[in-house]
Every structure is written in structure tokens, then in C-alpha cells.
């Protein structure tokens, strides 16, 4: 084989070389520059914080740590001995009332029936004063009754929405107060995967598309689509000053990394064997239209 033949193949296996390593290399620039795809995904879900709204010492317990329950369900209860006391006298407050009541009307219908001879306007204005305080009285001996009931009610404690109960040791005998959490209540109605895009890859997704999501782990994808891109993340570069004017950082760095936004994505169908326990790690890509 002549020089000249020789030197054409080597021509042509280097070109062909450097062809396919620009097409790679251009197909890789476009799949980590371009496409709308990203590791830093996580199953995440709305947390209803349990906490009860009356205090007082848990007599019952009901459920254990990471079961799952449906809403209206008995969480656990709080001594009721007080809250039914208190009723009890809110009762027997509202009995009184009405009696009370009852003797100042008689009083204000007998004055009304004598004459301006008989009582004076003065003594006249006084029942009827009298009276309307009686009333005044009934009703709010009835909205404490009523308050004594609810939280006869609220002493049980339910679950606010289906989902599963997490972070729970509680144990009878122990004292709750109001408004503190005991649990987390997680909503498996709202288990969703947020992937974090960076900001040059967002004009690229549109709500509606078509989403493939990789739980670390697991074999077979997920499928969904996007629900709804975030509208804000935090400006870490500015904050409120002492006068509540804006504080921003005088310095800038030249070397600027593209932020990271959430994008809810809607998962369609999940297996039974696939466990979506929040704060798992995905990845997510997003199937662009047209291509």
C-alpha cells in the first residue's frame, strides 16, 4: 500500500476522531448546561405539627410512632376530670343566670304595670337597667359553658388530616401544653418532589411538563409532571437594617453561581413498594417540549 493511501486513512480516522469527540463533548454541554435536569430533588410533604389545645396530663394514648391514620382520628386524650368539672359549673352558672334573669323580668313587668304616682322614673329606669344587666350576664354565662365545652371536646385530641404520625414518644402521664407540638403529622395527600433547577435552565420549563424522577435506590423511574415553579427564593445579599431600611452586602463576587430554584413536581403514579419518606434524595428530569 502506497504513502499516499496510508496518510488519507490516518486523515480520515483522525477527523472522524475529533468528530465524534466534539459531537460528545457537545452533547454533553448540552445535557448539563442546557436540558432541564437536576440531581438535587427531594420528596418532600406538607407537616401538620400536632399540638393540643388544651394543657393538661395525658391519661390515653392511642397510637405509636409512624402509624398511619385518617382524619378525625383519637391521637390521645388529656384528663377530662377538670374540663367536666368545669363544665359542671358553667352549668350550674348558667341555671343561676336564668333564674336571675327570670326575677328581673317579673320586677320590670310589675314596675311597668304601676303608675307614675305609684314609682318613680327614676326607680322605673333602675329595674330596667337592672334587667338588661341580668341578660347581659345569661349570655355570657352561655359563651362560658359553651368555651367549657370545647375544651371538653379538645381534650381529645384527633388527627387533622390523614397521613402518618412521625417523631411521636408521648406517654400517659405526661403534661402537654397548649400550642406545643407533640408530633409530626405528615400529609401523604400533598407527598410531592421538589427539584432545585438552576436559574439558566428555568426558561426551559413550563408548568404542565412531563417529569422523570430517580429516587436514590430505586430501579424504575417515577412519573410526573410539574405542578408549579416557586415564585421567590431568599436574597441572602440583603436584609432589613435597624430602621427597616435595606441592608445590602457592599461586596460582590465576580465569580456568580446560578441560584437554585424550586420546581414542585407532581408525582402521577407511585407503586405500592416504593416508599416516599420525606427528605429522600431524587434526581429529576424534565422532558422539554417539541423535543
Known amino acids: ?15 472522524l476522531g475529533v468528530l465524534v469527540a ?10 448539563y448546561e442546557i436540558e432541564p435536569w437536576t440531581r438535587d430533588g427531594r420528596v418532600r ?8 389545645d388544651v394543657s393538661g396530663l395525658v391519661s390515653e394514648v392511642l397510637v405509636v410512632d409512624n402509624q398511619v391514620v385518617k382524619k378525625g382520628d383519637i391521637l390521645f386524650r388529656i384528663d377530662r376530670e377538670r374540663f367536666t368539672l368545669a363544665l359542671r359549673q358553667a352549668d350550674a352558672a348558667v341555671e343561676g343566670r336564668v333564674a336571675a334573669l327570670d326575677a328581673a323580668n317579673k320586677d320590670l313587668a310589675r314596675y311597668r304595670n304601676l303608675s307614675s304616682d ?23 354565662a352561655i359563651a362560658d359553658r359553651d368555651i367549657a365545652k370545647l375544651n371538653l371536646d379538645r381534650s381529645e385530641v384527633r388527627a387533622q388530616v390523614g397521613g402518618l404520625i412521625t417523631n411521636f414518644d408521648l406517654r400517659p402521664g405526661a403534661y402537654v401544653n397548649a400550642g406545643s407540638g407533640v408530633a409530626a403529622l405528615i400529609d401523604q395527600a400533598t407527598l410531592h418532589v421538589d427539584g432545585y433547577f438552576e436559574e439558566t435552565k428555568l426558561p426551559s420549563i413550563r408548568v404542565g411538563d412531563r417529569a422523570e424522577v430517580r429516587l436514590m435506590g430505586e430501579r424504575n423511574p417515577l412519573s410526573g409532571h410539574v405542578q408549579s415553579i416557586a415564585g421567590g427564593i431568599e436574597d441572602r445579599d440583603r436584609s432589613a437594617g435597624a430602621k427597616l431600611l435595606p441592608n445590602v452586602n457592599p461586596t460582590f463576587n465576580w465569580v456568580r453561581l446560578a441560584q437554585r430554584i424550586p420546581v414542585r413536581i407532581a408525582l402521577d403514579h407511585v407503586p405500592p413498594e416504593v416508599r416516599l419518606v420525606v427528605g429522600r434524595t431524587a434526581t429529576v428530569v424534565i422532558e422539554r417540549r417539541g423535543g
Request: hydrophobic share 50%.
Open 1 to 15: 500500500m502506497g504513502k499516499t493511501p496510508l496518510l488519507l486513512i490516518r486523515l480520515s480516522v483522525t477527523t
Open 22 to 31: 466534539a459531537l460528545i463533548g457537545w452533547r454533553l454541554w448540552v445535557h
Open 45 to 52: 410533604a406538607d407537616i401538620v405539627a400536632v399540638a393540643p
Open 118 to 140: 305609684a314609682v318613680t322614673e327614676q326607680k322605673r329606669e333602675q329595674i330596667t337597667a337592672t334587667q338588661a344587666e341580668a341578660e347581659a350576664a345569661l349570655h355570657q
